[in-house]
């Protein structure tokens, strides 16, 4: 992904910072003031409320103290569980905080060279394909001389307020940040993708092979810095934050910290390790509120295991927020999980890497349906087909490709009245080998995601070689926004936009003769193939020939019926000429024509599926049989 990085409304941090020590004066920034307008736009803030720099707050302000941990932080008295519950997994993952708290050293107090602070700091978040570079300045909002919002559990350390303060002014003021989504701030953390979890709709509760998978999974992807975040849904009609007997608070976010299997027993019996328990840790961001149930602080069931274990583990027994419990619970009870995965892009690792494509794309609003953008989703047939168009290649027999679908973030226009997601989603179909021009007909569909007012929306799909377009729309059609598309896979996928609707014409072309015809065919699959004599599953290929051009599948292995499911579309001069299907021997002496058949466009008759046998063209060959798929229309004069 792009590392360049952009600062945040032109504010360079070098130069305002080196500005402030010429002149000897503190930053004030701005484009934040401290005012109450900074704080909220709906409401006044609460009497009292006085801004301070840290130094007006304690004698000796860091930023760290002790280190970063999950447990420094507390929510205060804003409503964004959310944003401190990513926090939370910031702190936990080093590669992380030093990217988004850069050159952390630098910005720090020093007691030694007091003449060196100007009461400036900046923070650097992923938005929208770039990672952006937030300036602010120190002073923070307090009453009765407590911070106001997010603090730590000592009150010299000011790492966690100050990132809450950038993250505001990204976001135009606190209080646009009273609800939202965890896998935003861990996205906008991290430039990774985030993958929801519905843990009560796959029943990962009661199905123990599930249960097994998601815990190997999300040991790997904590162990590989990946951010994770859950919560418990609300049933229809119950409060938000509403505490449940267990010590649980539904519809609130949790951080989880850690993950891991623990082995019980203590003596002897924890040296041979005989019995282990999954099990997984969460910080509570109001700093307090914890599970109560099994293997809560200070329950009889830690007595199974040892000290040195425990310790290992970092049990406290102190109301800090943080607790442990069994994976079988934690299924039990959390109903979403949200997996922050960075996907690793970085050739030399040891580890899986993927490729990375990025684009930028619009729905764009236009009475000529060729050049409108905005058709909305697949039940608008219509207009549908009007919206963006990406094409990309799987180049290996398979690949996993996953997609993401981003809207750029509108919560700074909550203060203008606006600031809502648009519902939007995606649909995927694979196109014919030759494709060049967008699509005028619908194609094979092979997914398709949810459709939803989130952020960004994310789905895996295991794809066969071949050619595959992205169709990204919102639900509504006539809705416009921007978007961008990011596709991870194996090997390289061209990723681009399809503009064009049909073949340029130009002068040379007209006189010695334009495409009148469109003609699309796909052959997928053969039936009853042999050679004579040993030869009994040869290795074999299709191929579409038509006026010069042609496209060839893949190699099939020793089949006797393979799927070739290859498609061509040709823009064709001479539509009284045939189309071409030829099946071809690999590797037999050189490669040898095994049969073939013509196939004629025919408009009144082609769009339909047909069985054609194969004419042999090798001795004592015995035929065979091509199921083909073919249409033909005037699409052009269509157009």
Not at 549 to 559: E, I, L, W, Y
Request: some cysteine; glycine content about 8%.
């Amino acid at each position: 992904m792009p590392n360049s990085v952009v600062p945040y409304k032109g504010q360079e941090y070098a130069k305002l910072k080196k500005a402030c020590l010429h002149r000897r004066a503190l930053f004030e920034d701005s484009l934040f003031p401290a005012v109450n307008e900074t704080l909220f736009y709906t409401r006044a803030p609460p009497e009292g409320v006085v801004w301070k720099r840290p130094k007006e707050i304690c004698s000796n302000p860091q930023l760290f103290v002790d280190g970063i941990s999950s447990r420094d932080l507390h929510q205060g008295s804003l409503g964004n569980c959310w944003l401190v519950a990513a926090a939370s997994c910031l702190a936990t993952e080093p590669s992380v905080w030093k990217k988004v708290i850069p050159n952390y050293k630098e910005q720090d107090w020093d007691p030694k060279r007091p003449e060196k602070y100007a009461g400036i700091f900046h923070f650097r978040f992923w938005r929208f394909g770039s990672w952006l570079d937030v300036v602010i300045d120190d002073r923070l909002p307090t009453r009765n001389g407590r911070l106001l919002f997010c603090s730590s559990t000592d009150p010299n350390e000011f790492w966690c307020a100050l990132l809450e303060k950038a993250y505001a002014k990204l976001n135009g003021c606190y209080e646009t940040m009273e609800g939202g989504n965890t896998s935003e701030a861990l996205v906008d953390f991290t430039g990774g993708i985030s993958e929801p979890v519905s843990l009560d709709e796959e029943n990962i509760a009661t199905d123990l092979e599930k249960k097994k998978k998601l815990f190997k999974s999300l040991m790997k992807a904590h162990s590989r810095g990946s951010l994770i975040s859950c919560s418990i849904k609300p049933s229809s009609g119950e409060e938000m934050e509403l505490q449940m007997p267990c010590g649980l608070v539904k519809g609130h976010a949790y951080g989880v910290t850690d993950i891991k299997p623990v082995h019980l027993g203590t003596g002897l019996l924890s040296i041979f390790k005989t019995k282990k328990l999954y099990m997984i840790r969460m910080r509570n961001p109001w700093g307090s509120t914890e599970w109560c149930g099994p293997w809560s602080d200070g329950s009889e069931e830690w007595k199974q295991v040892g000290r040195g274990e425990r310790e290992n583990m970092g049990v406290t027994v102190r109301d800090d927020g943080e607790f442990w419990m069994s994976f079988d619970d934690f299924c039990q009870y959390f109903t979403d999980l949200v997996v922050c995965r960075r996907i690793n892009t970085n050739l030399l690792s040891i580890h899986k890497t993927w490729v990375e494509a990025m684009l930028f794309g619009e729905w764009i609003l236009n009475e000529n349906p060729l050049k409108n953008r905005s058709g909305g989703c697949s039940n608008n047939r219509a207009t549908f087909l009007q919206n963006p168009q990406f094409a990309f290649d799987i180049s290996l027999e398979h690949d996993s490709a996953l997609i993401c679908l981003q809207q750029d973030d509108k919560r700074a226009q909550r203060k203008s009245g606006s600031g809502g997601n648009l519902a939007m989603g995606f649909d995927l179909f694979q196109v014919e080998q030759n494709r060049k021009y967008r699509m005028h007909t619908v194609q094979s569909k092979v997914a398709s995601s949810t459709y939803i007012n989130s952020r960004s929306i994310v789905h895996r799909a295991e794809l066969q070689q071949g050619k595959y377009v992205i169709v990204p729309t919102t639900f509504q059609p006539g809705v416009t926004g921007n978007f961008l598309i990011r596709l991870f896979t194996d090997k390289s996928s061209h990723l681009r936009e399809m503009t064009k609707d049909q073949p340029t014409p130009s002068f040379w072309k007209r006189i010695v003769g334009y495409p009148v015809l469109v003609t699309s065919i796909n052959v997928y699959s053969a039936a009853g193939l042999a050679l004579p004599g040993s030869v009994k599953a040869p290795d074999v290929y299709a191929k579409i020939s038509c006026e010069g051009q042609k496209v060839k599948s893949r190699v099939h292995p020793a089949s006797s019926s393979p799927e070739f499911d290859l498609g061509g579309i040709f823009y064709r001069k001479k539509p009284q000429k045939p189309v071409k299907i030829e099946i071809w021997v690999k590797g037999f002496l050189r490669d040898t024509l095994l049969g073939s058949t013509k196939v004629m466009a025919d408009p009144e008759a082609m769009d339909k599926s047909e069985v054609l046998r194969l004419d042999p063209a090798v001795p004592g060959a015995s035929a065979g049989s091509i199921a083909v798929r073919t249409s033909s229309s005037r699409e052009l004069a269509a157009l």
